[in-house]
């Protein structure tokens, strides 16, 4: 829950105020720790709002903040992924900007996926990355061209997120899991609540001179994802699902869901959780899913009670 990571985070100096480019998923719940701690965060979104604390930014569509709307800032953290043409929307919209705010941290959210294919191997940060799928490919050109912009940028590198709301609980409910299983492939993953407790930390430790450019934020236990079904079922007191093998099952298969099990690494946490000293709030798959089926029940329990609301008048 957030309210843990709140009781246990070191809030911001008084004078800042954060930037969150993307406010989706991810972005969100960064936002929400930080405004918790009592940080100003502005957020931006494709759809114009009418929220004083949420900008218009697509750059698909040319729709970007102005520099006034942006006075005060002092740290950036950029969610948005690289755009069709393998561009990354902030640097060729926003570059100037950035650069005029002068923030005393910038974080960039990109994807293990750069490591490439490792059988199965552990790496970590000093792992040279090797990336096979062509949008790794232009991930790792975006992430050089973070590197290489002059501002003060962490690169964070993040297997697959879950959270309330999106996880392989949600799939379950929904019918859409499937129960498939290649010997000795393992996943990582991201609870989105220890995303936003590691950037706040790196935030916290990057004012004190310790700002590594690149750290990786997963979780303690790669795994096969046939264990995170199990358990998921048995949370959900359903039946453990059908085992498919995955010769048969990925005939079947979109070439995105095939490049996902084309990979195969344990990517390590040692930077994060032990170097820089970030204490996960959900370190395995377990902690994180008992959290998901709570707070998918307030969810649940919050929208029937507007839905009472709203039907009697
Ligand atoms: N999902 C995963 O499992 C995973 C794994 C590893 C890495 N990542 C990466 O981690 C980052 C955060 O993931 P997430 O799941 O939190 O992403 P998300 O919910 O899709 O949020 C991405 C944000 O980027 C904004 N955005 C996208 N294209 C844009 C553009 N052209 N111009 C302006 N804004 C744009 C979106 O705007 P709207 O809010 O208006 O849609 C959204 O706020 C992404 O870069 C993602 O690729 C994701």
Redesign the pocket.
Known sequence: MLSELVKRSRALPATSKLLVL??????SVVAALLRSLGTPVLT????PSNAADTLS????KGLRPGLDDLKGVTHVLS???P?RTGED?VLSQLMADLSTLAPQWVGY???TGVYGDHKGAWVSETTAATPGQERSQRRLACEDAWKQSGLPVQILR????YGPGRSILTNLRDGRARRIVKPDQVFCRIHVEDIAGACLHLINTASTGERPSVVNVVDDYPAPSHELLDFAAELLDQPPLDSEDFATASAGMSAMAQSFWAENRRVSNTLLCQTLGYRLLHPDFRAGLRDCILQDAVKTTELSGQDRRSTNG
Do not use: E, N
């Open positions: 993307g406010g989706g998923y991810s972005g931006t979104r494709r759809q930014f697509d750059s698909a969610t948005i992924p755009d929307p959210l990109s994807t993040l297997p697959g997120i």
